[in-house]
């Protein structure tokens, strides 16, 4: 009698990197891969098409520092134009928004090419209580959007005497 034997699988474990920092979203992108891995291209396969056929743009980087007494708000917003661009203050937000629209064109010899692109974003920014838009100023140059927020004036809670009754 011939047996087989087999030994378990023996499974490393690995520590953590250092240099690596845990993200706790991560299991988000982690899950949604194994769902797309189980189910392939039965899942949602319009959806998935869509996906692909629409490019988006992706958030505007924003800078965000503190000068001469205003927030500086910068956003970097290349190939988009200024006509495109909303800046407005909402309750205590500073909502980015716009469009991007794309179109090139390629002509040669033996064919030709005619590709169009279009995105829109949106960045919703909270900033501190008290903020007035009566000064807000913005300047849109080069692709980079500069909105300054004047500071609000610090409450500085005084001391009062309290009379006992």
């Known amino acids: 009698m011939n047996e087989q034997t087999t030994s378990p699988a023996t499974v490393e474990e690995h520590p953590p990197s250092p240099t690596r920092r845990w993200d706790p979203f991560s299991w988000f992108s982690d899950m949604d891969n194994e769902v797309e891995r189980f189910f392939g291209d ?11 056929g629409m490019p988006e743009m992706p958030v505007p980087k924003v800078d965000i520092v503190d000068r001469d007494g205003a927030i500086v708000v910068k956003a970097e917003l290349p190939g988009v134009k200024r006509e495109d661009v909303s800046v407005e203050l909402a309750g205590h937000d500073l909502i980015i928004e716009g469009k991007r629209e794309e179109e090139t064109e390629t002509k040669e010899d033996n064919y030709y090419r005619m590709e169009r692109s279009s995105g829109s974003f949106y960045r919703r920014i909270p900033l501190p209580e008290g903020v007035s838009d009566e000064n807000i100023t913005a300047s849109y140059e080069d692709g980079v959007l500069e909105v300054m927020v004047p500071r609000p004036p610090a409450s500085t809670p005084g001391t009062r005497k309290i009379e006992l009754k």
């Open 42 to 52: 039965r899942r949602f396969p319009m959806m998935r098409a869509l996906r692909r």
